[in-house]
């Protein structure tokens, strides 16, 4: 017997994947199958048929003279970023960790140092080729007769349908980035001077917060030569860098990928960060890709929550970025120290590339700096608290200083306050025109519920 020619082509992979829907009617919603996930929120068990789409991980064209990038939706960032630098380009926004996939980025909300001056990553998006529940593939763009899913499509997390090819902005790269880190002790000026620095002369600005009376903000800018090179993907940790030198270089690649090698600096709840378990781990284990399988593993098995509970210890993981409009930005950091507690905190100033354009289930308004918030870790207390008791602390303070919430990470809204915050009209809208047979689970259930 003949052994069927393998499929390699883009169009074959997806011709193939549209029959196998074709004609569907009914049953088990979908999900993705696939290798890597950056949602932070557990799973009900569930009937689900599975959709294998990981061999939609190529990266197709680079284009530098003309300033865009084309891939396929399961395509790694790390894959991404070695592609385009081989041209002196990269993604306009590469959200911070190597893992997070280029469909996931524009279904969900991808952010980095340079979203001050190029927004979020779905605003540098040019055109999504989208497979719909029913097996149709649809190409949206902002000008053409789908452009209404080309808007509703970011933070819609496979309810609408799954990217199979996105053409996104690529920009200009040079061999290094020289960082200042700059130290405030004041909250309301921290947050002022992070807005001066958004200037045009700046590539990426960030901040790293160690308290209150302790805050960074750091500047990068891309250059041709540097009088030394940092190397933080080993035995030094970029975080911890930021208190020790007001200027450092990072070569392009190294910079875009500072915050992957400890995960922020997540990477502390494994202990890697001790220099005799770093190195017996060793340099290519030190990763995001790493780490997200150790959680996946630990939250299948319950191991720190049994240790938990035989230590009287009652936990909440506290795992959101938040976007406060950057004039409540302080208001916002104030309650967070009081509240919360979690520390550090990453800090990422927002603008939108055009003040023209509004996606719709991400609803942020295009004349206002705002500020992203990142914080990921557990709240720990001897007495009890219901369920979600810190994250619902942090939805209310959100909506009431006009600002909204990622969902990647656990959710407890209840349903009206849900919708009014990401605009169930144009959501219902659009499922009722791309999934009318309901194929794919519906927003809140999926990310709420989390069914």
């Not at 081989?86 to 893992?99: G, I, R």
């Not at 524009?106 to 497979?131: M, N, P």
């Not at 914080?375 to 810190?390: A, I, L, Q």
Request: proline fraction near 5%; glycine fraction near 6%; charge should be negative.
């Amino acid at each position: 017997m003949r052994r069927q020619a393998p499929i390699v082509t883009y169009d074959e992979k997806k011709q193939q994947l549209a029959a196998q829907l074709a004609g569907r009617n009914g049953g088990a919603p979908l999900a993705l199958a696939k290798d890597t996930s950056n949602l932070f929120r557990d799973r009900e068990p569930a009937l689900k048929r599975h959709l294998d789409v990981r061999h939609f991980n190529q990266v197709l064209r680079v284009d530098a003279a003309q300033g865009w990038i084309e891939a396929e939706g399961m395509t790694r960032y790390a894959d991404l970023v070695d592609a385009a630098l081989k041209h002196n380009v990269m993604p306009a926004v590469v959200p911070e960790l190597k893992s997070i996939t280029l469909g996931g980025a524009v279904a969900g909300v991808g952010i980095e140092a340079s979203s001050f001056k190029y927004g979020l990553v779905h605003e540098t998006v040019q055109e999504i080729e989208i497979l719909l529940g029913d097996g149709r593939i649809v190409s949206a763009a902002p000008d053409n007769e789908h452009s209404e899913l080309f808007y509703g499509f970011p933070n819609s997390y496979g309810t609408l349908g799954y990217a199979l090819k996105v053409k996104a902005l690529a920009i200009p790269v040079k061999p290094y980035v020289a960082l200042q880190h700059v130290r405030h002790s004041d909250a309301t000026a921290y947050f002022e001077d992070l807005a001066q620095h958004c200037a045009p002369d700046a590539d990426f600005v960030d901040g790293t917060v160690f308290g209150p009376d302790e805050m960074y903000i750091t500047i990068g800018r891309f250059c041709d030569d540097a009088p030394r090179v940092s190397d933080y993907t080993f035995e030094h940790i970029y975080y911890r860098s930021i208190r020790e030198r007001r200027e450092d270089w990072l070569t392009a690649r190294d910079f875009i990928w500072r915050w992957d090698t400890d995960w922020f600096w997540c990477s502390k709840n494994l202990y890697v960060q001790t220099p005799l378990i770093r190195r017996l781990v060793g340099r290519n284990h030190l990763n995001s890709t790493t780490y997200t399988k150790v959680m996946r593993w630990n939250s299948k098995w319950g191991l720190m929550a049994r240790l938990n509970r035989l230590r009287g210890l009652h936990t909440e993981a506290v795992i959101q970025d938040v976007d406060i409009p950057i004039d409540r930005a302080a208001e916002f950091f104030d309650f967070f120290c009081r509240e919360i507690g979690i520390l550090p905190l990453w800090i990422c100033p927002i603008h939108a590339r055009r003040d023209d354009v509004r996606f719709d289930l991400y609803p942020m308004d295009a004349d206002k700096l705002y500020v992203n918030f990142g914080f990921w870790d557990v709240v720990t207390k001897r007495e009890p608290f219901p369920t979600g008791f810190h994250n619902r602390k942090i939805e209310r303070k959100v909506a009431e200083l006009g600002g909204i919430k990622s969902l990647y990470s656990d959710s407890y809204y209840e349903p009206d306050e849900f919708w009014e915050n990401y605009n169930k009209p144009a959501y219902d809208a659009l499922k009722e025109k791309y999934d009318p047979g309901g194929a794919l689970q519906g927003l809140y259930d999926k990310c709420v519920l989390r069914r």
